[in-house]
């Protein structure tokens, strides 16, 4: 499919959450290869997660994730909500001593603060969003 607008890049991208997905990643005949990498395995605690795909490296804290792509080195805050979702990730983890930095000066790590509803919506690579923060695309903005 033809990626060339948000609108198309966002739904083709979700398409790949569906069960059974219309592309296949794991074909033999036609083997798909990634670049690797040197991150740990995703950490999803306490959360409940469906029709997702969770990429290497991302934290997922007490949260719930529908029919959602969370991105590689992605950090998702206790209590949220990520439906019908791109979260792009990060390049990089921010250290704890720069997290602490960051919140003592009033700014916005890297990643999904803690009860925020994420809906609808595309939030870019290296993105920082705070606490109890709603992006729901209620007008279905392209």
Known sequence: EDIGTVK??????LKLTRHPAEFEFYDPQSPMYTSPRVVPPAT???????????????FVHDSSITNAIIGLRAIIGKGCTIQDALIMGAD???SESKVAKKLAAGEVPLGVGENCVITNAIIDKN??????VKIINKEGVE
């Open 92 to 94: 990089y983890y921010e």
């Open 8 to 13: 198309s890049f966002f739904d083709e991208n």
């Open 127 to 132: 993105a920082g969003i705070g606490k109890n």
């Open 44 to 58: 999803i605690e306490n959360s409940k997660v469906t029709e997702s795909i969770i990429s290497q490296g991302a």
